[in-house]
């Protein structure tokens, strides 16, 4: 059976190939999306305002399962309305280095999407 792969482009043009999941969060999705959540309402930039939107984030993570880039999806604003919380973000997802674990073995390259409700 062959795996499906993605093809992921480097923020400097460089192309990788990658296998979607394979991935998971120690605790689960459920434990993920509750850490990120923490940490964006305990953060000192936090104001309160909801969005009430979800934003899906793709993690780029190598062999060693080492976060090697994180992006955004999500609904297009104009600069001035970007919502600050993206680096809040960005930062709890690369605060989970290590708090991995392979379900498939032997890639070079894994991919995890993950949801986040934003309230």
Avoid: C
């Avoid at 059976?1 to 296998?19: D, L």
């Avoid at 999941?21 to 964006?40: Q, T």
């Avoid at 793709?58 to 001035?80: E, S, T």
Wanted: charged share 25%; proline share 3%; aromatic share 18%.
């Amino acid at each position: 059976m062959k795996k499906n792969r993605e093809i992921y482009y480097s923020v400097n043009g460089e192309k990788k190939i990658a296998y979607p999941g394979g991935v998971e969060f120690n605790g689960g999705n459920d434990s993920l999306s509750a850490y990120i959540l923490s940490k964006y309402v305990n953060h000192p930039d936090y104001n309160y305002d909801e969005f009430n939107v979800n934003e899906y984030f793709f993690m780029l993570f190598d062999k060693d399962l080492n976060i090697k880039g994180i992006r955004i999806m999500h609904k297009k604003y104009a600069p001035k309305e970007r919502p600050y919380y993206d680096s809040i973000f960005i930062n709890a997802l690369k605060s989970t280095a290590g708090m991995w674990r392979k379900t498939v073995e032997n890639q070079e390259w894994y991919i995890y999407l993950h949801r986040q409700r934003v309230y």
